[in-house]
């Protein structure tokens, strides 16, 4: 057998960050479905959902205003 020399590798450090990347992006991918399936269904937990959405910008932009006061 010969030795060669190996210079272009990866790490396991490297490979695991992909894998997590590529696990965090199919993970993002079903959320995004969810939401248009919710959303295309007229399902009631899609307006919980964007009524909360609503709410927290609302408390967000009254808190900012008291904060300015």
């Given at each position: 057998?010969?030795?060669?020399?190996?210079?272009?590798?990866?790490?396991?450090?490297?490979?695991?960050?992909?894998?997590?990347?590529?696990?965090d992006f199919e993970m993002w991918i079903k959320c995004m479905n969810y939401k248009l399936?919710?959303?295309?269904?007229?399902?009631?937990?899609?307006?919980?959902?964007?009524?909360?959405?609503?709410?927290?910008?609302?408390?967000?932009?009254?808190?900012?205003?008291?904060?300015?006061?």
């Amino acid at each position: 057998m010969k030795n060669i020399t190996v210079t272009d590798y990866q790490t396991d450090a490297d490979i695991n960050s992909s894998i997590k990347e590529i696990h965090d992006f199919e993970m993002w991918i079903k959320c995004m479905n969810y939401k248009l399936f919710l959303e295309h269904a007229h399902s009631a937990e899609y307006y919980k959902q964007k009524n909360r959405s609503i709410l927290t910008g609302k408390e967000k932009i009254h808190h900012e205003k008291t904060l300015q006061e």
